[in-house]
Protein backbone atom coordinates (compact mmCIF):
# COMPACT_ATOMS: atom_id res chain seq x y z
CA UNK A 1 0.00 0.00 0.00
CA UNK A 2 1.59 3.60 -1.05
CA UNK A 3 2.03 6.24 1.68
CA UNK A 4 -0.32 9.08 1.58
CA UNK A 5 1.31 12.28 -0.33
CA UNK A 6 1.65 14.63 1.65
CA UNK A 7 -0.17 17.81 1.24
CA UNK A 8 2.90 20.80 0.43
CA UNK A 9 3.52 22.88 3.66
CA UNK A 10 3.36 26.45 3.29
CA UNK A 11 6.80 28.24 3.62
CA UNK A 12 7.37 30.04 6.51
CA UNK A 13 8.81 33.75 7.69
CA UNK A 14 12.40 32.40 7.85
CA UNK A 15 12.48 30.67 4.48
CA UNK A 16 10.76 33.47 2.59
CA UNK A 17 12.52 35.22 -0.52
CA UNK A 18 11.94 38.43 0.43
CA UNK A 19 13.81 37.38 4.20
CA UNK A 20 16.98 35.64 2.17
CA UNK A 21 17.57 38.39 0.02
CA UNK A 22 18.10 40.49 2.62
CA UNK A 23 20.30 38.36 4.58
CA UNK A 24 22.31 37.47 1.40
CA UNK A 25 22.85 41.56 1.13
CA UNK A 26 23.96 41.25 5.20
CA UNK A 27 26.27 38.35 4.08
CA UNK A 28 28.14 40.65 0.72
CA UNK A 29 27.98 43.50 3.21
CA UNK A 30 29.54 42.05 6.24
CA UNK A 31 32.35 40.89 3.96
CA UNK A 32 33.02 43.99 2.29
CA UNK A 33 33.20 45.79 5.77
CA UNK A 34 35.85 43.12 6.90
CA UNK A 35 38.10 43.72 3.84
CA UNK A 36 37.52 47.51 3.53
CA UNK A 37 37.58 48.41 6.99
CA UNK A 38 39.23 45.46 9.04
CA UNK A 39 42.49 44.19 7.53
CA UNK A 40 41.37 43.12 3.87
CA UNK A 41 39.73 39.62 5.18
CA UNK A 42 36.49 37.95 4.32
CA UNK A 43 35.08 36.60 7.92
CA UNK A 44 31.99 34.97 6.56
CA UNK A 45 33.38 31.96 5.59
CA UNK A 46 36.70 29.84 6.85
CA UNK A 47 37.66 28.08 3.57
CA UNK A 48 40.55 30.25 3.09
CA UNK A 49 41.58 30.71 6.30
CA UNK A 50 41.76 26.83 6.51
CA UNK A 51 44.17 26.78 3.72
CA UNK A 52 45.94 29.26 5.50
CA UNK A 53 46.46 27.78 8.56
CA UNK A 54 47.66 24.38 6.23
CA UNK A 55 50.20 26.86 4.72
CA UNK A 56 51.79 28.48 7.70
CA UNK A 57 51.83 24.94 9.38
CA UNK A 58 53.86 23.73 6.40
CA UNK A 59 56.35 26.36 6.79
CA UNK A 60 56.88 25.88 10.12
CA UNK A 61 54.97 29.42 11.04
CA UNK A 62 52.78 27.69 14.31
CA UNK A 63 52.86 31.02 16.23
CA UNK A 64 51.31 32.53 12.92
CA UNK A 65 48.87 29.96 12.64
CA UNK A 66 47.18 31.61 15.79
CA UNK A 67 45.86 34.23 13.33
CA UNK A 68 43.77 31.80 11.65
CA UNK A 69 42.40 29.38 14.39
CA UNK A 70 40.99 31.94 16.06
CA UNK A 71 38.37 33.19 13.54
CA UNK A 72 37.42 28.94 12.63
CA UNK A 73 37.02 28.35 16.45
CA UNK A 74 34.67 31.33 16.42
CA UNK A 75 32.91 30.27 13.83
CA UNK A 76 32.63 26.77 15.00
CA UNK A 77 31.25 28.56 18.00
CA UNK A 78 28.15 30.53 16.00
CA UNK A 79 27.30 27.08 14.74
CA UNK A 80 26.96 25.22 18.06
CA UNK A 81 25.12 28.55 19.25
CA UNK A 82 22.76 28.43 16.64
CA UNK A 83 21.69 25.08 17.27
CA UNK A 84 21.59 25.41 21.03
CA UNK A 85 19.03 28.79 20.35
CA UNK A 86 16.71 26.35 18.06
CA UNK A 87 16.80 23.37 20.76
CA UNK A 88 15.97 25.87 23.66
CA UNK A 89 13.61 28.01 21.50
CA UNK A 90 10.97 25.57 20.24
CA UNK A 91 7.97 26.16 17.89
CA UNK A 92 4.78 27.45 19.87
CA UNK A 93 6.49 29.68 21.57
CA UNK A 94 6.16 33.50 21.57
CA UNK A 95 9.55 34.09 21.42
CA UNK A 96 10.53 32.20 18.83
CA UNK A 97 13.88 31.17 17.52
CA UNK A 98 13.92 33.63 14.76
CA UNK A 99 13.79 36.33 17.09
CA UNK A 100 16.35 35.19 19.08
CA UNK A 101 19.01 35.17 16.38
CA UNK A 102 18.08 38.38 14.32
CA UNK A 103 17.97 39.98 18.00
CA UNK A 104 21.65 38.47 18.69
CA UNK A 105 23.08 39.17 15.44
CA UNK A 106 21.99 42.70 15.59
CA UNK A 107 23.16 43.54 19.17
CA UNK A 108 26.56 41.95 18.68
CA UNK A 109 26.99 44.43 15.58
CA UNK A 110 25.54 47.00 17.14
CA UNK A 111 28.50 46.87 19.36
CA UNK A 112 31.13 46.38 17.22
CA UNK A 113 29.90 49.43 15.25
CA UNK A 114 31.15 51.58 18.25
CA UNK A 115 34.65 50.10 18.02
CA UNK A 116 37.12 52.19 16.42
CA UNK A 117 39.46 50.99 13.87
CA UNK A 118 42.47 51.01 16.45
CA UNK A 119 41.20 48.01 17.66
CA UNK A 120 43.11 45.13 16.60
CA UNK A 121 41.16 43.70 13.19
CA UNK A 122 41.67 40.39 14.46
CA UNK A 123 39.44 40.70 17.18
CA UNK A 124 36.40 42.03 15.35
CA UNK A 125 37.12 39.79 12.38
CA UNK A 126 36.67 36.95 14.90
CA UNK A 127 33.67 38.31 16.26
CA UNK A 128 32.11 39.04 12.67
CA UNK A 129 32.69 35.49 12.12
CA UNK A 130 31.11 34.17 14.94
CA UNK A 131 27.73 36.45 13.50
CA UNK A 132 28.03 34.71 10.30
CA UNK A 133 28.23 31.42 11.52
CA UNK A 134 24.97 31.83 13.54
CA UNK A 135 23.43 33.31 10.55
CA UNK A 136 24.57 30.54 8.38
CA UNK A 137 23.63 27.60 10.10
CA UNK A 138 20.37 29.36 11.49
CA UNK A 139 19.12 30.17 7.97
CA UNK A 140 19.50 27.24 5.48
CA UNK A 141 16.30 27.13 3.94
CA UNK A 142 14.65 29.08 0.78
CA UNK A 143 11.06 27.98 -0.23
CA UNK A 144 12.24 24.29 0.78
CA UNK A 145 15.35 24.52 -1.10
CA UNK A 146 18.93 24.29 0.87
CA UNK A 147 21.70 27.84 0.11
CA UNK A 148 23.77 30.28 2.03
CA UNK A 149 23.35 33.60 3.01
CA UNK A 150 27.05 34.10 3.61
CA UNK A 151 28.68 32.88 0.90
CA UNK A 152 27.29 31.96 -2.35
CA UNK A 153 29.45 29.29 -3.80
CA UNK A 154 26.86 27.02 -3.53
CA UNK A 155 24.10 29.33 -4.26
CA UNK A 156 25.85 29.54 -8.24
CA UNK A 157 26.17 26.07 -8.53
CA UNK A 158 23.05 25.20 -7.79
CA UNK A 159 21.30 28.33 -9.79
CA UNK A 160 23.51 26.73 -12.67
CA UNK A 161 21.83 23.14 -12.24
CA UNK A 162 18.33 24.27 -11.67
CA UNK A 163 18.95 26.75 -15.15
CA UNK A 164 20.00 23.55 -16.86
CA UNK A 165 17.17 21.51 -15.54
CA UNK A 166 14.76 24.19 -17.05
CA UNK A 167 16.36 24.45 -19.66
CA UNK A 168 16.82 20.62 -21.38
CA UNK A 169 13.50 19.71 -19.63
CA UNK A 170 11.56 22.37 -19.65
CA UNK A 171 10.99 22.65 -16.36
CA UNK A 172 9.10 25.94 -14.80
CA UNK A 173 9.77 24.51 -10.85
CA UNK A 174 13.06 24.36 -11.88
CA UNK A 175 13.20 27.95 -13.81
CA UNK A 176 11.18 29.41 -10.54
CA UNK A 177 13.74 27.77 -7.88
CA UNK A 178 16.69 29.33 -10.46
CA UNK A 179 15.53 32.31 -10.72
CA UNK A 180 15.48 32.71 -6.24
CA UNK A 181 19.12 31.59 -6.57
CA UNK A 182 19.68 33.94 -8.90
CA UNK A 183 17.95 36.65 -6.61
CA UNK A 184 20.28 35.31 -3.87
CA UNK A 185 23.36 35.60 -6.05
CA UNK A 186 22.24 39.34 -6.71
CA UNK A 187 21.55 40.59 -3.07
CA UNK A 188 24.74 39.06 -1.72
CA UNK A 189 27.00 41.21 -4.59
CA UNK A 190 24.41 44.01 -3.94
CA UNK A 191 25.01 43.96 -0.08
CA UNK A 192 28.66 43.78 -0.80
CA UNK A 193 28.72 47.03 -2.76
CA UNK A 194 26.74 48.62 -0.81
CA UNK A 195 29.49 47.76 1.65
CA UNK A 196 32.00 49.29 0.13
CA UNK A 197 30.74 52.45 -0.37
CA UNK A 198 29.00 53.37 3.17
CA UNK A 199 32.63 52.06 4.65
CA UNK A 200 34.32 54.57 2.39
CA UNK A 201 32.33 57.37 3.65
CA UNK A 202 31.05 56.18 7.51
CA UNK A 203 34.20 53.75 8.01
CA UNK A 204 33.55 51.38 10.97
CA UNK A 205 29.83 53.21 11.68
CA UNK A 206 28.81 51.58 8.37
CA UNK A 207 27.98 48.56 10.43
CA UNK A 208 25.08 50.29 11.62
CA UNK A 209 23.47 49.75 8.72
CA UNK A 210 23.20 46.01 9.04
CA UNK A 211 21.90 46.52 12.21
CA UNK A 212 19.10 48.30 10.79
CA UNK A 213 17.92 45.95 8.37
CA UNK A 214 18.57 43.22 11.22
CA UNK A 215 16.03 45.25 13.54
CA UNK A 216 13.51 45.67 10.58
CA UNK A 217 13.70 41.94 9.99
CA UNK A 218 13.22 41.10 13.88
CA UNK A 219 10.08 43.54 14.05
CA UNK A 220 9.21 41.58 10.82
CA UNK A 221 9.05 38.48 12.12
CA UNK A 222 7.21 39.26 15.48
CA UNK A 223 4.30 40.87 13.03
CA UNK A 224 4.78 37.88 10.46
CA UNK A 225 2.04 34.89 11.84
CA UNK A 226 4.60 32.12 10.02
CA UNK A 227 7.47 33.20 11.49
CA UNK A 228 9.09 29.33 11.41
CA UNK A 229 7.76 26.27 12.26
CA UNK A 230 9.13 22.79 10.76
CA UNK A 231 11.53 23.25 8.30
CA UNK A 232 11.94 21.60 4.80
CA UNK A 233 15.19 19.86 6.59
CA UNK A 234 13.11 18.31 10.12
CA UNK A 235 10.15 17.47 7.35
CA UNK A 236 13.19 15.33 5.69
CA UNK A 237 14.22 13.81 9.18
CA UNK A 238 10.73 13.06 10.49
CA UNK A 239 10.09 11.28 7.92
Known amino acids: MSA ?4 PRPYTFAESLPFGVLLAAIGGFLDAYTYITRGGVFANAQTGNIVLLGIRFAQGDFWGML ?9 TAGVV ?7 MAGAGRKVQWVHIILALEAA ?12 PHAIVNVVISFVASVQV ?3 QSLMGSPFATTMTTGNLR ?3 QAYYQ ?17 WIIVSFCGGAMIGVWTSYFFGTYSLFLCVAILTASLIWSVVDKKVCGESAEDEEKSE
Open 4 to 7: RKRK
Open 81 to 87: AAAQIKR
Open 108 to 119: ILFGIGFLPSTV
Open 166 to 182: AVTRKNKPALQKALCYT
Open 67 to 75: QYVYPILAF
Open 158 to 160: SAV
Open 137 to 139: SSF
